[in-house]
T-cell receptor
Framework: NAGVTQNPKFQVLKTGQSMTLQCAQD?????MYWYRQDPGMGLRLIYY???????DKGEVPNGYNVSRLNKREFSLRLESAAPSQTSVYFC????????????FGPGTRLTVL | DAKTTQPTSMDCAEGRAANLPCNHS???????VYWYRQIHSQGPQYIIH???NNETNEMASLIITEDRKSSTLILPHATLRDTAVYYC???????????FGSGTKLNVKP
């Protein structure tokens, strides 16, 4: 099992460009998440999807959109990138259970010039 | 979700126990305490969680005070590979999400 995969691993954008970050999981989890992590900071939740067909805002949703394409895939879109969106983006998945362990992908390092 | 307070950084000698404190004084009765760690720039990794009782697994022990307002993560024999940022998180089981704080940077030294 690959677990949680993210693409691309690195990306450089110019201000105003758009892009989509891809995330997929092969653990048959219902819930998926997008976080951002700025240098020296903890993770902040952008959006999450409790189950296929549902999405909800987290702490910092402005400037982002998400799509839960199917149970496996959850994408994050930046419509008009800004330098303030320079960050490392992590995708995670989990099953709602007593343990509720979130499994994280390797991250996408995004720089907006 | 209840907020947590952790020291910014701690040092520990290799082979000694590392005790990482966390304050969660506004925790509610049904909220769980979780610990995750992040090594270098990798995605965070689950360590342990608990509600009221102390918990132990192959990675660590979690001690929760009787009033549940604070907890301590114990790594019994720290190694250099345990150098990481450790996050203490309080989660309401009715909400399907975590809020990470800034965590504690644990430096394990030879």
């Amino acid at each position: 099992n690959a677990g949680v995969t993210q693409n691309p691993k690195f990306q450089v954008l110019k201000t105003g460009q758009s892009m989509t970050l891809q995330c997929a999981q092969d653990m048959n989890h219902n819930s998926m998440y997008w976080y951002r992590q700025d240098p020296g900071m903890g993770l902040r939740l952008i959006y999450y999807s409790a189950s296929e067909g549902t999405t909800d805002k987290g702490e910092v949703p402005n400037g982002y959109n998400v799509s839960r394409l199917n149970k496996r895939e959850f994408s994050l879109r930046l419509e008009s990138a800004a330098p303030s969106q320079t960050s490392v983006y992590f995708c995670a998945s989990s099953e709602v259970s007593l343990i509720y362990e979130q499994f994280f992908g390797p991250g996408t390092r995004l720089t907006v010039l | 979700d209840a907020k947590t307070t952790q020291p910014t950084s701690m040092d520990c000698a290799e082979g000694r126990a590392a005790n990482l404190p966390c304050n969660h004084s506004t925790i509610s009765g049904n909220e769980y305490v979780y610990w995750y760690r992040q090594i270098h720039s990798q995605g965070p990794q689950y360590i342990i969680h608990g509600l009221k009782n102390n918990e132990t697994n192959e990675m660590a022990s979690l001690i929760i005070t009787e009033d549940r307002k604070s907890s301590t993560l114990i790594l019994p024999h720290a190694t250099l590979r345990d150098t990481a940022v450790y996050y203490c998180i309080v989660r309401d089981p009715n909400f399907n999400k975590f809020y990470f704080g800034s965590g504690t940077k644990l430096n394990v030294k030879p």
